[in-house]
């Protein structure tokens, strides 16, 4: 029988939602119990005889990967093949912005693009409250935009940045991650197709990743809200290079080896001191560095 390939666009524990090249969607199963297919992976899939479910049989390769450490420390994939993350905290709950400078890290690692949303904005409305951290990711040149999937305010700004790229849409439970991809594919007959299914409390928590196709294009990723996050890291050097305006500062380091603590001659320290590097980014950098030291001798 010859395979065909085709995109993992759901993700229920060891069955998969696929979209064959013809888009037809289908189910599947996996062949074995080492291929662990994750959302936005390329597969090479059978069909399987007188089942409606198809066989994966093989991963292609990836072309990057969101990776976390697991509870055992191994690292764990969350989706791979991605464009561009789309790190969501809104007005509440209260953003964790180490959380957030985390997934940016991630995206600097795994060479994909980070958008920063902020929602619920329409919360603040006739308040004078400016969020700092936003103007931070500015000045690093990150794009930040204020939306509101209540209001609807920066849907079609999002939408533009999606168009046409493989995205995911990460950050804490609660912060309207659905409700923003609800927003993103209101014009469609998705709408009606409500992404995530309601508990008992009324609340609708995502428990699986889902990909969802976009009319201009494009794909994005609705993935379950998180307590926590870190990215899994080789070595705590990969942290400098998670965090742009410290890897820029840390050419100019006085030691190649600088580990941008107390180093003499460190341009990071002196950035800091001056400060054209946010003293809350160089903390948050710094506990990178120390998770991923904890990781690698199993403390975390
Ligand atoms: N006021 C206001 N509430 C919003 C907005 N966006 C979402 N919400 C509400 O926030 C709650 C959580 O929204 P969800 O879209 O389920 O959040 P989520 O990030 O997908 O959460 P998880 O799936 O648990 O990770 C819901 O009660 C939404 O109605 C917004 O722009 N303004
Ligand atoms: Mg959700
Ligand atoms: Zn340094």
């Given at each position: 029988m010859s395979s065909q390939t085709a995109t993992v666009?759901?993700?229920y524990s060891r069955r998969m939602g696929l979209r064959l090249d013809d888009s037809n969607e289908v189910d599947a199963r996996i062949k074995g119990k080492r291929l662990k297919p994750v959302c936005g992976d390329r597969v090479q899939v059978e069909p399987i005889d007188n089942e409606s479910d198809w066989l994966i049989t093989e991963i292609d390769t990836r072309r990057n990967e969101l990776t976390r450490p697991n509870m055992r420390g191994q690292v764990e994939v969350?989706?791979?093949?991605?464009?561009a993350l789309v790190v969501v905290a809104a007005?509440?709950?209260?953003?964790?912005w180490f959380i957030i400078d985390r997934y940016l890290c991630a995206a600097e690692l795994m060479d994909a693009d980070a958008i920063v949303v902020f929602n619920?904005?329409?919360?603040?409305?006739g308040l004078d409250i400016e969020i700092p951290e936003l103007q931070e990711y500015r000045d690093i040149g990150l794009v930040v935009l204020e939306c509101s999937?209540?209001?609807?305010?920066?849907i079609d700004e999002l939408r533009s940045e999606l168009a046409g790229r493989c995205t995911i849409v990460v950050g804490q439970?609660?912060?309207g991650k659905s409700s923003l991809i609800n927003e993103l594919v209101?014009?469609?007959?998705?709408?009606?197709?409500?992404i995530s299914a309601k508990t008992g409390e009324g609340r609708h928590t995502t428990v699986n990743s889902v990909m969802i196709p976009l009319q201009n294009g494009g794909t994005v990723i609705d993935s379950p809200g998180v307590r926590d996050y870190a990215p899994a890291l080789e070595?705590?050097?990969d942290a400098a290079a998670g965090f742009r305006e410290i890897a820029f500062a840390a050419?100019?380091?006085?030691?190649?080896?600088?580990?941008?603590?107390?180093?003499?001659?460190c341009a990071v320290k002196a950035g800091v001191d001056d400060e054209s590097i946010s003293y809350r980014r160089y903390e948050s950098f710094k506990r990178v560095v120390n998770i991923t030291e904890k990781l690698s001798e199993g403390r975390y």
């Amino acid at each position: 029988m010859s395979s065909q390939t085709a995109t993992v666009i759901a993700t229920y524990s060891r069955r998969m939602g696929l979209r064959l090249d013809d888009s037809n969607e289908v189910d599947a199963r996996i062949k074995g119990k080492r291929l662990k297919p994750v959302c936005g992976d390329r597969v090479q899939v059978e069909p399987i005889d007188n089942e409606s479910d198809w066989l994966i049989t093989e991963i292609d390769t990836r072309r990057n990967e969101l990776t976390r450490p697991n509870m055992r420390g191994q690292v764990e994939v969350l989706a791979a093949n991605l464009d561009a993350l789309v790190v969501v905290a809104a007005v509440a709950p209260m953003p964790d912005w180490f959380i957030i400078d985390r997934y940016l890290c991630a995206a600097e690692l795994m060479d994909a693009d980070a958008i920063v949303v902020f929602n619920k904005i329409e919360l603040l409305d006739g308040l004078d409250i400016e969020i700092p951290e936003l103007q931070e990711y500015r000045d690093i040149g990150l794009v930040v935009l204020e939306c509101s999937a209540e209001t609807r305010r920066g849907i079609d700004e999002l939408r533009s940045e999606l168009a046409g790229r493989c995205t995911i849409v990460v950050g804490q439970s609660g912060v309207g991650k659905s409700s923003l991809i609800n927003e993103l594919v209101a014009d469609s007959n998705q709408r009606t197709a409500r992404i995530s299914a309601k508990t008992g409390e009324g609340r609708h928590t995502t428990v699986n990743s889902v990909m969802i196709p976009l009319q201009n294009g494009g794909t994005v990723i609705d993935s379950p809200g998180v307590r926590d996050y870190a990215p899994a890291l080789e070595n705590s050097v990969d942290a400098a290079a998670g965090f742009r305006e410290i890897a820029f500062a840390a050419q100019s380091c006085r030691f190649a080896n600088c580990r941008h603590l107390r180093e003499p001659g460190c341009a990071v320290k002196a950035g800091v001191d001056d400060e054209s590097i946010s003293y809350r980014r160089y903390e948050s950098f710094k506990r990178v560095v120390n998770i991923t030291e904890k990781l690698s001798e199993g403390r975390y």
